[in-house]
């Protein structure tokens, strides 16, 4: 719309019209381009897993942990609904609280790679790329003697290098399909509110869901997410005909 008003507004000089239009033009790449790199469902810079064509099943994830304070409540809540979930780690966090990891595993539940300290992974050097993803999957694997499998990249902001590092390291880019927002101030309803909102849009497009959530913060250990752990079971109830799974399921 922006761009139509603008056309319009400089119809009179056909030269001016002219700028304007390679002005839009240059926007509207950079726009795309923008886009590619932070956009969730994006396939442009690379393929991704989102969600397949499942319409029942649900795969909830948490990025940003371990975190102590709020991740063994979230795993009792996930036990007492016996729901399997995805965890996406920070290295960082895991070279500081390796015991919480091997609960989360314990439990049964998926853990992949979130980097080492959760740069803005698209504007990065290869090598500073690479220095992330490697020391995380190195700090997982450290604690629980597996290879790791699945990453996530922070912001969900990636370009074509991000990618190629990430499949040659034998892992698989995992994206998302529905947000409960719950880095903003936001109580538990709210938060199950816009996941609903994201389900129910997915099943209407005949896709299962991958729903973005946080048992941590990037900044630091210790961040507040209690109203993710109470979002979670209103989710689990709400949702009980759904199938849960792990991005493992898909991919
Ligand atoms: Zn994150």
Redesign the pocket.
Known sequence: MIGVEAVGYVETSAELAAGVATGLAAVAVGGTLTWAALSAGSQMFGRTLVAPKRPDEICLTY??GPNPAVTPLLLEALARAEVRATF?L?GGFVRQCPEMVREIRAAGHLVGN??MT?PWLAWQTERRIREEIAGASAAIEDVLGERVRYF?A??GARRPVVLRVVREMGMVPVQWNAMGYDWRPVGAAEIAGSVEKGVARNRRAGLGSNILL?D?G?TGLGAARMETVRATQMLVERCAGARFVGVDAWG
Do not use: Q
């Open positions: 990025d940003d996406f920070i979130h980097t959760h996530r922070p912001h946080h941590g990037h």
